[in-house]
Nanobody, 124 residues
Framework: QVQLVESGGGLVQAGGSLRLSCVAF????????MGWFRQATGKEREFVAA????????YYADSVKGRFTISRDNAKNTVYLRMNSLKPEDTAVYYC????WGGGSNRMQEYDYWGQGTQVTVSS
């Protein structure tokens, strides 16, 4: 069983930056591909970014490519999402997810564990 705990959300002005963190407890972090998804009010949850278990492969949604960076520190059992040039349309609850022995996927169905989410609000 893996527990994921996100942090780092908050309120930021458009053009600003935030870094989200997600710590994994209770599993072999090196065996986990990690992903970030987000869900805005009234919308479906959508893929944001993913990273393979080694950190060598990363994937991004077109809407965040060039602005967001996913990374991981296996020594700290932590995955990060650095978000730059934030826009009001980035406002959502951001969820961390883990895929056991995955390579990194944009499909929610591939993920085995989910965090509770952290709110990101971008004001215009």
């Amino acid at each position: 069983q893996v527990q994921l705990v996100e942090s780092g959300g908050g309120l930021v002005q458009a053009g600003g930056s935030l870094r989200l963190s997600c710590v994994a407890f209770g599993g072999a972090f090196r065996s986990l591909a990690m992903g970030w998804f987000r869900q805005a009010t009234g919308k479906e949850r959508e893929f944001v970014a993913a990273i393979g278990w080694s950190g060598g492969s990363t994937y991004y949604a077109d809407s965040v490519k060039g602005r967001f960076t996913i990374s991981r520190d296996n020594a700290k059992n932590t995955v990060y999402l650095r978000m730059n040039s934030l826009k009001p349309e980035d406002t959502a609850v951001y969820y961390c997810a883990a895929d056991v022995w995955g390579g990194g996927s944009n499909r929610m169905q591939e993920y085995d564990y989910w965090g509770q989410g952290t709110q990101v609000t971008v004001s215009s």
